[in-house]
């Protein structure tokens, strides 16, 4: 059995390190099979597996690193920080990073990031897997980097809370995060989990729910909106005309993963936008998939079951007239 030893320096508590109630060392133990224990100001990982013992050591190290610069992890930041330093252990196949290094895997993405070159509003309409938030964000840390905007401003309709975050616990960012974890995932693929920490302090990166958006005037913003199925018409409406000079907009969104009751503000838009020169948009489909291979096959089962089943219910509508 294999031990690796990481002194804490004095400056930073040990609590900060492993977790209240050693929350954050449980959850390395269980997920890497490892025995974490503490001798006076030194850590000591033991197992028997080499790579877990190298993520297990990476993580604690750059948990140590990020505190003592006097920023205090959240625990969605903490995961960031582990599922990163797996991907080093084991790497996979990733966008390359800012538009001008973007590659476009497929014919629609290629459209898609085309579209995002021309207008100033891009609605990206597809199913899931198809690059449409992985590759708004590409594009926006580009933006950023080359001063072509000063910020950027993620949103997305917290439909699982009912867009009720008052009642949730933590402040706006925490209340926030599960929700747009799927932009985050993005960012800090581009940007690396301390940039952005420190952009994000910095409000250049701005997590802004879409609840929290009336009134606002962006200006000089890459602003993406994720899950736009999920918005209402007056949502939608709000959303659109918070966007100001030098602004980029890019809404994503899958119309066959409608949660609300109401209308859908995505739906709407096809219609009352389509003419409207500066606006595109971008229709992905199964073909633009880039995960697992089995994820384009899930997609067209459903569909087909889906239009089998509304074929079934218009003729029971019709046989019953």
């Known amino acids: 059995m294999s031990v690796r030893r990481i002194v804490v320096p004095a400056d930073v508590a040990m609590i900060e390190v492993l977790g209240q109630y050693d929350n954050k060392a449980r959850y390395l133990r269980r997920r890497y099979n490892v025995e974490i224990s503490v001798v006076d100001n030194e850590i000591r990982v033991r197992g028997e597996d080499e790579k877990s013992l190298d993520i297990v050591e990476k993580v604690l ?8 610069d006097g920023h205090l992890l959240d625990w969605t930041e903490f995961e960031y920080i582990v ?9 996979r196949e990733v966008y390359k990073k800012s538009v001008g290094k973007v590659k476009a895997k497929t014919e629609g993405q290629k459209r898609y990031l085309e579209a995002i070159e021309k207008n100033d ?5 597809g199913p899931a897997g198809t690059g449409k938030t992985y590759l708004a964000s590409a594009v926006a840390v580009d933006y950023l980097k080359s001063g072509k905007v000063q910020r950027i401003v993620l ?4 439909v699982e809370a009912g867009e009720k975050l008052g009642f ?4 706006l960012t925490e209340k926030v995060d599960p929700y747009l974890r799927p932009l985050y995932d993005a960012l800090i693929d581009m940007l690396g989990i301390e940039k952005f920490i420190s952009l994000r302090e910095k409000n250049v990166i701005e997590i802004a729910p879409l609840a929290y958006m009336r009134g606002r005037t962006l200006n000089n913003a890459f ?4 899950e736009a199925q999920n918005t209402t018409y007056e949502q939608m409406k709000m959303f659109l005309t918070r966007m100001g000079f030098g602004s980029k907009v890019i809404v994503t969104g899958d119309i066959t993963q409608i949660d609300i009751e109401e209308r859908s503000g995505l739906v709407v838009a096809q219609e009352i936008l389509k003419d409207i020169e500066g606006i595109a948009f971008v229709y992905l489909t199964d073909a633009d998939v880039v995960r697992h291979p089995l994820v384009k096959k899930i997609i067209r089962a459903y569909d087909n079951f889906e239009r089998m089943e509304k074929q079934e219910k218009m003729e029971k509508q019709k046989t019953s007239r």
């Open 61 to 68: 190290r750059e948990v140590i690193n990020i505190t003592r």
């Open 83 to 91: 599922e990163e330093n797996e991907k080093i252990e084991n790497p």
């Open 121 to 125: 509003i891009v609605f990206a309409i």
């Open 155 to 158: 949103t997305r309709p917290a």
């Open 168 to 171: 949730l616990p933590g402040d």
């Open 223 to 226: 602003i993406i909106l994720d």
